[in-house]
């Protein structure tokens, strides 16, 4: 009899210390460097927004955010591969228009379901769609551009077939009647040398990819997919402008991970990515870029969960209309 009591205290007492070594053990995260998977090549916006928000995610977190670019599939190759991950917080997604709201319209067999197997933590960059051209295409306005690609082939890169980039540029193509060649290329970043270098007429790319190069002269930004000019470049007309109506265009960049993470690591991986957000420096270099800033209410887990159900909805009302299917 008394060993039972005894086994029964003991029990007793270990209970609540076993609450407090999983409180603790939870209070210890992240007690390792987390894992930023960027779909597409080193360079581009997606890699750019990546880099930005895990040193402030990390300095938030006290650990290191090694950024690693998984590229292919214009971004489900990494998408995919996040959304097998352990849904432990230690692997989390750059997630933007490809491979969550783009991909479902034009690739037939998706190995993930943006709407099913990711938790959104929140939205991080939105950044204009631009033409950027090669100092040696001759079309100095947007019907220029237009009326010379009907007389030859202009060659216009994009950040691959599915990307946020290439739907633009098919939806363009569709309402202005452009014969503009769509030249698909690994992510934003990997097309930049041969627009430097005249090999792709150009191409539909972010505001950020092509901001640095223009203002150095190497390229020129022929028009921007914004409601109105911005003040990065005043220089730079709108496609609006240019007559093509109300057509705008941005890629997001935001941080989602494996749909069965906890809640409570979504909420430290959200706060921590707000803190990143509202650091100065890290605002000034996205508008530096070309970025617009990201209001509050959507560098939320809720906030950025229902832009992407409502972009899902735009794109695929975009595939239709620039006739677009899955392949």
Known sequence: MSISRRTLLAATAAA???????????????????RLV???????????????CGEGMGQAL????????????????????????TP??????????????????VQAKLSYDPLKDFVAIGLANLAPHVIALHNSVPAKTLPELIALSKQKSVTIGTSGVGSATHMTLARFNA????????????????LVPDMLAGTING???????????HNQGKIRILVIASAKRLAQA?????????????FTAASYVGVAAPV??????????????????????AQEKFLKSGAELVPEALQTSKGFGQFIQQDYERMKAAAQVAGLKPE
């Open 16 to 34: 609540p210390l076993t609450a407090l070594l999983s409180r603790t053990a939870f209070a210890a995260y992240p007690d390792r460097s987390v």
């Open 203 to 213: 191409a539909m790319t972010e505001m950020a990819t092509a901001l640095p190069h």
């Open 62 to 85: 006290g650990q290191s955010f090694v950024v690693e670019s998984r590229p292919g599939a214009g971004g489900s190759l990494g998408a995919g591969e996040v959304a097998r991950a």
């Open 260 to 281: 069965k993470t906890p809640a409570d690591i979504v909420s430290v991986l959200e706060k921590a990515l707000m803190k990143a957000l509202a650091d100065k420096s």
């Open 175 to 190: 309402l202005t009647g452009a014969n503009l060649t769509h030249v698909p290329y690994r992510g934003g970043g990997a």
């Open 38 to 52: 960027v779909p597409f090549a080193a360079g581009g916006n997606a890699d750019f927004v990546a880099r930005l």
């Open 234 to 246: 005043p220089d730079v007309p709108t496609f609006i402008e240019g007559g093509v109506k109300d």
């Open 88 to 105: 432990d917080g230690y692997t989390l997604l750059t997630a933007s228009n490809g491979p969550m709201t783009v991909n479902p319209f």
